[in-house]
DNA sequence: TCTGGGGTCCTAGGACCC
DNA sequence: TCTGGGGTCCTAGGACCC
């Protein structure tokens, strides 16, 4: 643990409802909630104002609808709580490179990674954590924020919510345990509903009570590493580091029906368009994976999970498709599905569909690009350049269908760009994987070029 | 009118290999 | 002769978070 409050942590307050109170004044001092408006729909966000009739996140919209007749109701206009997100991080990344967003309204700042003449004293952060707030208000037009700020992530992020709404709190170090001390297990983040009954069933309510039990107790109540690491947040303890860029480990869309399905029919073709929309999501995030999942949700709530896992990674539309309808039909759907899921999961930055290469007819029913590479007019041919080594796949917005060739590392296919960057990962069926490059999107050493086919 | 959608991490059992 | 033991991969389910 640090001996100073160097890891900060922010939250916006009432993030979604609040945007739409800003965007929309008359909404101003009302209560507004956002979420699902079918008749399964949930609250995503409430307003304080609705808080005070009661309604939270998570609450079907029918129940908060009878709390809070009066609230405006609202779906969601997530391009507007991107844009604000941004802002926000933007903000953050001027106090330190290292931010970590945990989604789009909330973020670790790692403060001793920042500017070194920073003063990271009590009085320095809590400054700078005001700062912040001001600025975060200044720059989205009015959004709040809780600030709080601590020596590890844990307690920062309790500290952010001692600080709500609209105000910072730093724990100054030494007084970790004396904070948590008070606390209800509950506000440690992992101690859900089921743990806390579990807790509660021993006598166990407060973190000093927690603090009481030893490390044997607390596994055998809650297994080796939950209970462990139980064991070591209730002492303050939290070593973890804040990191910017983390990997996507699965990546999966669901869908509830407004009224259950049971034509197998219609689910065979729910899940097909399902797995065209995880499809288009895997290649505009240039990866692919392994593992294909089915979720399905009876009309009791009863829920399961089917999965297969291929040979080689995939992005596939058709093989996704091809392996969930499979799935699908080993399940029974006669009694009624409320919900239908696919996902992907098991990664890889790279696709080894060469394996399974997709014949002609397969490839001219695919959505009108092949998914790989096309010449460029004019441009010269890798593939009869010489002995170069063959990407195993080309996908780009940036130059689309095309490789990017760098004299330096050979050919490297594009598999992230925006913002005027794009990043080639020089990487071959050949060579294996290579060095992932960032350049300046007008760089001229970036030649569109072709593998064959 | 029962209970969203997108994720992460953990557990446990069986298969399989050495 | 009764029944190793560890490591890894895969599958299914569950708790939890925003």
Redesign the pocket.
């Known amino acids: 643990m640090r001996r100073q409050a160097t890891i900060l942590h922010l939250d916006l307050d009432a993030f979604f409802a609040a945007v739409e109170q800003r965007d929309k004044p008359s909404l101003r001092g009302k209560p507004v909630v956002v979420g699902?408006l079918g008749?399964?729909?949930?609250v995503?966000t409430a307003s304080y104002e609705a808080r005070l009739f009661g309604v939270r996140?998570?609450m079907?919209t029918?129940e908060a609808?009878a709390r809070c007749p009066h609230a405006a109701y609202l779906s969601g206009r997530f391009d507007a709580y991107r844009a604000a997100s941004r802002v926000v991080m933007g903000r953050l990344r001027e106090i330190s490179p290292l931010v970590e967003p945990?989604?789009l309204?909330?973020a670790f700042v790692d403060l001793a990674a920042g500017d070194e003449s920073r003063h990271l004293d009590l009085d320095g952060v809590t400054a700078l954590a005001e700062q912040v707030r001001a600025d975060v208000a200044e720059r989205t037009g009015g959004l709040t924020a809780s600030v709080g700020a601590a020596s590890s992530k844990f307690l920062a992020k309790i500290a952010s919510e001692l600080a709500k709404p609209d105000g910072s709190y730093v724990v100054a170090p030494g007084t970790e345990i004396a904070t948590l001390d008070p606390l209800s297990v509950r506000t440690i983040?992992?101690?859900?509903?089921?743990?806390?009954e579990r807790l509660r069933r021993i006598g166990v309510h407060t973190v000093e009570q927690l603090r009481r039990l030893d490390l044997l107790e607390l596994t055998s109540l809650l297994?080796?590493?939950?209970g462990t690491s139980l064991h070591s947040l209730a002492r303050g303890e939290d070593h973890r580091g804040v990191v910017a860029e983390r990997e996507?480990?699965?990546?999966?869309?669901?869908?509830?029906f407004e009224t259950d399905i049971t034509d197998p029919r219609v689910l065979a073709d729910v899940a097909t368009t399902m797995s065209r929309r995880v499809s288009e999501?895997l290649r505009a995030n240039a990866t692919s994976g392994r593992?294909v999942t089915l979720k399905i949700r009876h009309h009791d709530?009863e829920?399961?999970?089917?999965?297969?896992?291929l040979a080689g990674p995939t992005d596939d539309a058709r093989v996704i498709a091809r392996t969930v309808t499979g799935l699908l039909a080993e399940i029974d759907t006669s009694s009624g599905i409320r919900?239908l899921?696919v996902?992907v999961s098991?990664m890889a930055d790279w696709v080894q569909d060469d394996l399974f290469p997709p014949d002609d007819d397969e490839l001219a029913a695919a959505t009108g690009s092949t998914g790989a590479a096309t010449t460029l007019a004019g441009e010269p041919d890798i593939a009869t350049a010489g002995a170069v080594p063959r990407p195993l796949r080309a996908r780009s917005r940036w130059a689309p269908g095309a490789d990017v060739v760098h004299d330096e590392h050979g050919p490297g296919w594009v598999w992230g760009s925006g913002l005027g960057r794009v990043t080639v990962r020089f990487e071959t069926a050949t060579t294996g994987p290579g060095p992932v490059r960032t350049f300046d999107a007008e760089d001229p050493s970036l030649t569109p070029g072709t593998v064959e086919p």
């Open positions: 699902g008749h399964r729909g949930v995503s996140s998570a079907r029918a609808r945990l989604s309204d909330e983040p992992g101690v859900g509903p089921v743990t806390a297994g080796t590493a939950y996507t480990k699965s990546l999966s869309v669901e869908d509830t999501r593992t709530f829920t399961h999970t089917r999965s297969a896992t919900l899921g996902g098991g």
